[in-house]
């Protein structure tokens, strides 16, 4: 985890939010890359790690350099599986907006890592999350910022989610 940090440039003292799946607008992370340019502007040191491929990847990387942010929303490109618990590991929290999902195996990978998972509601997610005990949703920009900060803030509700989320995991 300390190498991968270094390598990805991240400091202990940043707040980490991960995403990790198919870069493709169906996953809506869009939506996480505008939502970073407003958490930005209450604190600075919130990076988002992006980790994945797809057909979609040059267009977000084109909206985070217009948006003023590409030093602050990490691009890995694709992982190899026997590194992804290092990400999940680097992780404050696992960041999803996708409503198309079927399965949500990131969420369980995310949880299993001691990361609590922030999800867009949605009916494929709720079977895994209960709210405010392992995991949070939102349903606009507005509420996935407010849950990002609360949490920045809030180290001690941090902790217990995570706990929480690895608990539900098992």
């Known amino acids: 985890v300390d190498n991968l940090r270094k390598s990805l440039k991240i400091n202990k003292k940043d707040f980490v939010i991960l995403f990790v799946g198919r870069l493709a607008s169906e996953k809506n992370i869009e939506f996480l890359i505008n939502s970073q340019k407003e958490l930005l502007k209450k604190h600075n040191n ?4 992006i980790v994945g491929d797809g057909p979609d990847k040059e267009a977000y990387e084109k909206l985070c350099k217009t948006l003023e942010i590409d030093d602050k ?3 890995t490109g694709k992982a190899a599986w026997e590194d992804m618990p290092y990400y999940y590991h680097l992780a404050d929290v696992f960041a999803t907006a996708s409503k198309t999902e079927t ?3 990131t969420i369980i990978e995310a949880m299993a890592a001691n990361t609590v998972p922030i999800c867009m509601k949605d009916e494929a997610f ?3 999350i209960t709210e405010d005990l392992n995991g949070l949703f939102f349903e606009t920009e507005q509420e ?9 803030n809030n180290q001690k509700e941090l902790d217990y989610l995570n ?4 608990i539900q995991a098992e």
């Open 46 to 49: 919130i990076k988002l790690i």
């Open 144 to 152: 996935y910022q407010e849950k990002i900060l609360y949490l920045y």
């Open 103 to 105: 399965q949500g195996l």
């Open 73 to 75: 929303v990490i691009f």
């Open 163 to 166: 706990k929480q989320a690895r």
């Open 126 to 128: 709720q079977s895994m």
